[in-house]
């Protein structure tokens, strides 16, 4: 199939991997998705898959290099991924040179999750967040983590967005910016329960 299909999308920009059977073991690098599309000219990934290891989304971002907008909808972070997965080779190279300034994350994920995306994409300049109601522990930790002026691992973020977020946690969220002045220009809006903070 792959041999029919060679060159047939070479406008592609924005790719979306998806498997709705939770397993998507038998892709790899060297698999031939860049003789269907032009990987290189790709400037929007969506990856909704959640069996599947972190470093196999460092390898397609590798083989992605001008992807400027990320979103990942369902991705498996297992805890010990995360030193050995950051002093990799493939992560400090992917990271010093990926071009990625917008990203949304559609899934829970924790503070230390949060940090090894953000160490991934140090150009990042907006990030949109989903929260429920079993993961709004993390989120004024991540909020300080996010904020904090002097972060050079956020240095470029001027945007937020938090989705689905409760009015309780809108409001403690206010309170923490203000209170520990975080930021000292920024502007802040509430739309159906979407948190939008900008500076």
């Known amino acids: 199939m792959i041999d029919n299909c060679l060159n047939s999308f070479p406008n592609t920009t924005e790719l979306t991997l998806t498997d709705n059977n939770g397993d998507l073991s038998k892709w790899s690098e060297n698999d031939s998705l860049h003789r ?3 990987l290189a000219q790709l400037t929007k990934l969506t990856i909704n898959y959640g069996y599947r290891p972190f470093n196999k989304v460092i390898d ?11 979103v990942l909808k ?28 917008n990203m949304t994350i559609l899934c829970d994920y ?13 150009k990042l300049e907006h990030l949109a967040v989903r929260f429920t109601f079993k993961s709004y522990d993390a989120l004024e930790p991540i909020i300080q983590f996010l904020l904090l002026e002097t972060n050079k691992k956020t240095c470029h973020l001027s945007s937020l ?8 946690e809108i409001e403690k969220l206010k309170t923490v910016i203000e209170s520990e002045k975080i930021l000292n220009n920024y502007s802040m809006k509430v739309f159906d329960r979407m948190f939008f903070l900008w500076w």
């Open 110 to 122: 924790s503070l230390h999750k949060i940090k090894l995306l953000i160490n991934l994409c140090p």
């Open 74 to 101: 369902c991705v498996s972070l297992v805890a010990t991924d995360f030193l050995p997965l950051q002093r990799s080779e493939r992560f400090q190279l992917v990271s010093s040179t990926n071009k990625i300034k």
């Open 60 to 70: 397609m971002l590798y083989l992605t290099p001008n992807i400027h907008t990320l």
């Open 36 to 38: 269907i599309i032009p």
């Open 161 to 168: 967005c938090i989705f689905e977020v409760s009015m309780i």
